[in-house]
């Protein structure tokens, strides 16, 4: 397996991952996640989408953003089939080790308050809540992790 730039042409297959991934918080949230709705084409022609792929075609994904001060996670999906892997913590290595690379302090994501398996996941991962806010009708926990140069040499 390795990781790389989504292609344009894999909008599709991205957004069809996302769907898989969370469609199980649908009933939870109360409506569609954030990341259902997303424009994946945008997201990769903007060189935000990366993909772990194996055997070329791509089983996960991540979208980050880059910002003056840190990277943000806007976005991991595993499809379910594939889940207790490892493959998210693959995904959360590469976040890692690209915001280091890139001279960037920290990661910062968010997710939904009632995705408290997701936020037991990030915390155990050394992510910190920094703060609760709702944006667009979603109640969110903002969550953030320091990086280390050395995180920069994790395998991409």
Not at 18 to 28: D, F, K, L, M, Q
Not at 41 to 52: D, H, K, P, S, Y
Not at 68 to 79: K, R
């Amino acid at each position: 397996m390795s990781i790389r730039p989504a292609r344009p042409e894999e909008a599709p297959v991205l957004a069809a991952i996302v769907e898989r991934a969370y469609g199980p918080w649908v009933a939870v949230v109360g409506r569609r996640p954030m990341p259902m709705e997303d424009d994946y084409a945008a997201r990769i022609a903007a060189g935000e989408a990366w993909v772990l792929e194996e055997a070329g075609a791509p089983v996960a994904l991540v979208v980050i953003e880059q910002h003056p001060d840190h990277l943000l996670l806007d976005n991991i999906a595993v499809d379910p089939g594939r889940q207790g892997r490892g493959e998210g913590r693959v995904l959360l290595d590469f976040v890692e080790a690209e915001a280091a690379r890139r001279g960037l302090p920290e990661v910062r994501l968010y997710t939904n308050v009632l995705m408290e398996t997701n936020i037991a996941l990030y915390a155990r991962r050394g992510y910190a809540e920094t703060g609760r806010e709702v944006q667009k009708g979603f109640s969110r926990v903002f969550m953030a992790k320091p990086v280390s140069d050395s995180a920069a040499t994790a395998p991409r």
